[in-house]
């Protein structure tokens, strides 16, 4: 197995277990290794009623974290065989080591305890961070589930999701299965467009549209594109309870205001009962730039007709002008030209002297 390895946060938790032996089989089903990671932070004060050197907490923690691997390591090679199983034990906060683990991963699976309200911002702290500042996709894996259902993937935006798109093809792709892309819609248009069944029907198309180019790319994949009135995490968990995998995007929002404001991605990974994937939108780079050439190509179609108008005519009023000028400078030799020959014949006739 070769190429970026699926990595998986182990901190002895059954969500963790589950999210480990999921990570296997994602691991085997791309070709990938596994790479179940550990982390461990020792204190940056002593406990004072413990009168304990760092060095002994920190030979402690190693061990305990290196039995945690091998106990994982032995459950995801009992259930997937095939998988090559790599471990990794740190030292450090797990945030920050999973953040740095995204950088040379394919993606990040954690495990979820389904915590809501404020209790989502626990599910935590670790996955919320990677998801926002992490470098790849992450996986919330709440519970052992049966594979089955389609992918379903959240589209909300165009370009924007173009990345969570694919990577829900490569997924359905990987596991035989279809997309379902859904979007939703709330409001009406003014009077006159034709109504809510109008605009429907609009939205629906116009998702077509916008998947078809990466749904070309897998043949192999059935698709279904489905429009619903209604609220984009509501709808999700409707639909992701007969799914194998969701997919939603994230625009990665930093800082404090958007870990507590929340969004669509963090309620559907709170809450769904099958794995939900969070890609972040910079992996679709180069659709986002391909649409904003496409949309500022029409923008400024007609200003760009305007303009080579205006440098026409400025180019023709040069040459205008040029002529003229020419025209102009000929004329002056000429009439020097001929004040010199009046001159010259004026000096050449004979003066009353010279008569003969």
Not at 29 to 41: D, K, M, Q
Not at 325 to 335: C, H, N
Not at 339 to 350: K, L, M, S
Request: charged share 25%; proline share 5%.
């Amino acid at each position: 197995m070769t190429g970026s390895p699926v990595v998986v946060g182990v901190d002895g938790s059954p969500e963790a277990r589950w999210a480990a032996k999921w990570a296997a089989r994602d691991a085997v089903l791309h070709g990938r290794p596994l790479r179940l990671v550990h982390a461990y932070l020792i204190p940056a004060q002593a406990y004072p009623h413990v009168h304990r050197p760092a060095t002994a907490f920190r030979a402690t923690m190693r061990r305990a974290g290196g039995v945690l691997l091998r106990e994982t390591e032995r459950a995801v090679l009992a259930a997937e065989p095939a998988v090559e199983v790599e471990t990794s034990l740190r030292e450090g906060d797990t945030r920050v080591v999973l953040i740095d683990e995204s950088r040379y991963a394919a993606a990040v699976v954690l495990g979820s305890r389904g915590l809501k309200g404020a209790g989502r911002l626990l599910l935590g702290s670790a996955g919320l961070a990677v998801a926002v500042h992490g470098h790849c996709p992450v996986v919330v894996v709440r519970a052992d589930r049966e594979d089955r259902g389609p992918v379903v993937v959240g589209v909300d935006g165009w370009p924007e999701a173009a990345a969570a798109v694919r990577f829900a093809f490569h997924e359905a792709s990987s596991r035989g299965t279809g997309v379902t892309a859904l979007r939703t819609w709330a409001g009406l248009r003014p009077a006159g467009r034709g109504g809510s069944a109008a605009e429907h029907e609009r939205e629906r198309e116009s998702l077509a549209e916008q998947v078809a180019g990466i749904a070309a790319e897998f043949p192999g994949v059935p698709v279904d594109c489905v429009v619903v009135r209604g609220k984009p995490g509501k709808t999700l968990l409707e639909y992701g309870e007969h799914a194998r995998l969701i997919v939603v995007g994230s625009r990665g929002h930093g800082g404090l205001a958007g870990l507590l404001t929340g969004s669509t991605s963090q309620e559907v990974a709170a809450d769904a009962q099958c794995p939900v994937a969070v890609v972040r939108t910079f992996p679709a780079r180069k659709e986002v730039r391909a649409a904003r050439v496409e949309r500022r190509r029409d923008e400024m179609d007609e200003r760009e007709k305007a303009r080579a108008g205006q440098e026409a005519r400025q180019v023709a009023g040069k040459q205008a002008r040029g002529t003229a000028e020419l025209a102009d400078l000929a004329i002056k030799r000429y009439v020097a030209a001929q004040q010199f020959h009046d001159r010259e014949a004026v000096a050449d006739e004979p003066t009353p002297d010279e008569t003969p």
